[in-house]
Structures are given as structure tokens and as C-alpha cells.
């Protein structure tokens, strides 16, 4: 998309190798990783970040759906694809026509892919999920003989090829939850025994990003790479990467106003003296959450702007009465020296919602 100069993000791909190398690094060559980019490569755009990493050597990609799956390989992806939420039985046929690796957690849907896939005269790739304390989706892994045995009865399944196992840590990102994802670690490996012991090796695989660097244990045949390949932390620990996304806009038009205005929807601002404020071309159909609202800021020549009242869809307001400026010329809006941590913090949410919430109609542009 044509960057008009209105509300864009700028992303440094650069950025995005040196993550991957970080990871890459921290595992060693013996291990996989899986680069995930599903939700558009959390916002920066799939088009560009996917075919980075295939060529900076992922083994694997990651990506939440069949849609997206299916424009990985539109987008001249090779690299096996691993589908890790679920596909409805009718569309089966688009993951053996597209070569796509299916989770599965539950054999209804096992044996009806494996129904698929005889009748096209092939077999589908599948990877199992284990629940051992999501609580999302996964075969029990609480009752590991039980998971074992199910899991067993899926690689028997004449046209599936039952190719990795896999479970998520639900808190690995947390400071003083490691005894928990321990837990989920040993319930893991308890079930991945007894597959062992009955002749399956499949690709086992638990690390998130937080994962990655919790503990090498985790590790085992392969790592997902997620949010560290974008630069942010997976928890709230010291962030050891290197941001690739700035989110800007521009000054639409700035004037004085006396004492005694207000200012957006709402009055939620009233000016206490005369003041100068800017108008921005941004609001939260972009992506700028409307929940910092009256307290969060913007940069503007590198100094802080206080933003006035309500944002709006598809404006806001800033305080510019100490800060040179005009029509045309470039605001910080989120990334950067206005570090998406810390708004996630000032809003009570994660820094995930606000970059994969950067909107459609704005252009990401790339510097390599």
C-alpha cells in the first residue's frame, strides 16, 4: 500500500534478522525453529517478514489459521507450515492441496481428516496438541496414559502422518510461575515417554518466545519464535531484542485556543488558559487506543505532547503549547522512545493488543 503520509508504520527488517539470529543463537543448530507469524506477522506485515525468515534459514512457520496458511504459500513459502488452531472439516482438501501441516486435539476430527486425505490418495501431515495446563485445546495431558493412548490411536489412523507433538506454556512470561511451567513441562515429557516407548519420535516441541530463554530444557526438537522476532519481550523482564515497528502520523493543523474551550467528543477536556494544540491525522480505527484518551502522550519533535480529550476514529489531539510545530510534520504515536511495554502497562493489557492492532488502512514501510 502507498504510503500517503497520513498515519503509517515504519519497520526495520533489519531489526527482525538480528531477532531471529538472537534466537538462533540461543538454541544452537541442533535445534528447529518455527517462525511465527500469524495475525499478519503480529502487524508487520507477513508479505515482508515471512519471506525474510525463510531466507534467513526458520525451519518451521507458525500461523494461527487456514487463511493464513494458505498465503504463506501464495507468498512463495516452502518451508513446512504448521496450522495451530483449528480448520473446519470442510476445508480439509485446501491443506493437502497446499501441503499444510494440521494440529489436531481430539480424534473425531483426526479420523475425518484421515477419511479426507485417503480419499484424495495421500496422507496429512498432523501435529498433536497436549493440554498440560492452558486449558485451551490439546488432549488431557493431566491423564498422561489416557493422552498417550489417544494420541497412539491418531498416528494409527491410516492417512495421517503424525509428525510433532506439541504443548503451550501459559506462563512462562511470568516472573514466580516457574514451578508451573515446570508442571507443564513434566506432564509433557510423561506423555512423550510413553509415545517413545511404543516407537513414535514425533517433533516435540513447548518453547514459546518466553520459553525460549526460560530454560534450555525446553528447547527439545524445536522452538516457536513469536513476539521475539519482533523485538518485544515475551513477559515483563528486561528486553533483550530490538524493537522493528514505529507507529507515526502527521499534524493536520494546529491553532491557539482561549480559556474556557473544549476540546473532542465528550468535553472531556476543558483549556484551563489560553493554550495551542495540535490536530493529528490518527484515531482508533488505525489502531491508537482509545483508552489513553486525556492521558497519554505523543512526540513531536522529540518532546512530549499530552493528548486533549477524546480520540477520535480517525483524529486526536495533542498539547503543543511549549513545542515548535506545524501542518506536515512528523508525530511519534507508539514504538520508539514510547516504548509499546509501557503503554501496554499504562492500559492494563500486553504489548501483543497493540502492535497485531495497528490498523489496516495504515501502510507499513520497510528499511532493510
Not at 503509517?8 to 525453529?33: C, F, H, P, Q
Not at 486435539?105 to 477419511?115: P, R
Not at 498416528?155 to 506454556?169: D, I, K, Q, V, W
Request: a negative charge; aromatic letters at 8%; proline letters at 4%.
Amino acid at each position: 500500500m502507498k504510503n500517503f503520509k497520513r498515519t503509517w508504520a515504519e519497520v526495520d527488517l533489519s531489526a527482525i534478522a538480528e531477532n531471529y539470529d538472537t534466537v538462533r543463537k540461543e538454541v544452537g543448530s541442533s535445534v528447529m525453529v518455527m517462525a511465527v507469524v500469524k495475525a499478519d506477522a503480529y502487524g508487520h506485515g507477513v508479505a515482508q517478514v515471512a519471506p525474510l525468515l525463510q531466507q534467513k534459514g526458520a525451519d518451521y512457520f507458525g500461523v494461527s489459521c487456514l487463511q493464513e496458511a494458505v498465503e504463506l504459500r501464495k507468498l512463495g513459502i516452502q518451508k513446512p507450515i504448521l496450522i495451530l488452531g483449528y480448520t473446519d472439516p470442510a476445508f480439509f482438501p485446501y491443506l493437502l492441496e497446499y501441503d499444510l501441516c494440521q494440529t489436531v486435539f481430539e480424534k473425531q476430527s483426526a479420523a475425518l481428516l484421515s477419511e479426507a486425505a485417503e480419499q484424495a490418495g495421500t496422507r496429512a501431515k498432523v501435529h498433536c496438541a497436549l493440554d498440560t495446563g492452558m486449558g485451551r485445546i490439546g488432549f488431557d495431558g493431566f491423564d498422561c496414559e489416557a493422552a498417550a493412548e489417544a494420541i497412539l490411536e491418531v498416528s494409527r489412523m491410516p492417512a495421517l502422518e503424525l509428525e510433532g507433538l506439541f504443548t503451550h506454556f501459559s506462563v512462562a512470561d511470568t516472573d514466580g510461575e516457574e514451578a508451573y511451567t515446570a508442571q507443564q513441562f513434566e506432564r509433557f515429557m510423561a506423555v512423550r515417554d510413553l509415545l517413545k516407548k511404543n516407537g513414535l519420535s514425533p517433533i516435540c516441541h513447548v518453547a514459546n518466545s518466553a520459553g525460549v530463554f526460560l530454560n534450555p530444557s525446553y528447547h527439545l526438537d524445536m522452538v516457536r519464535a513469536g513476539i521475539v522476532l519482533y523485538g518485544l519481550e515475551a513477559g515483563g523482564r528486561e528486553n533483550p531484542y530490538r524493537p522493528a515497528m514505529v507507529m507515526k502520523t502527521t499534524i493536520s493543523f494546529v491553532k491557539d485556543l482561549p480559556k474556557g474551550r473544549f476540546i473532542s467528543y465528550g468535553r472531556r477536556f476543558e483549556s484551563k488558559d489560553t493554550m495551542r494544540v495540535a490536530t493529528l491525522s490518527a484515531g482508533y480505527a488505525d489502531g491508537y487506543p482509545r483508552s489513553l484518551s486525556n492521558k497519554g502522550y505523543v512526540l513531536i519533535g522529540g518532546k512530549k505532547a499530552k493528548i486533549l480529550g477524546n480520540v477520535c476514529m480517525d483524529q486526536m489531539m495533542a498539547d503543543v503549547s511549549e513545542i515548535p510545530c506545524k501542518a506536515g510534520d512528523e508525530v511519534i504515536l507508539m514504538g520508539d522512545e514510547i516504548p509499546y511495554d509501557a503503554l501496554a502497562k499504562e492500559l492494563g493489557t500486553i504489548h501483543y493488543e497493540l502492535i497485531c492492532g495497528i490498523g489496516k488502512r495504515v501502510p507499513r514501510t520497510y528499511n532493510n
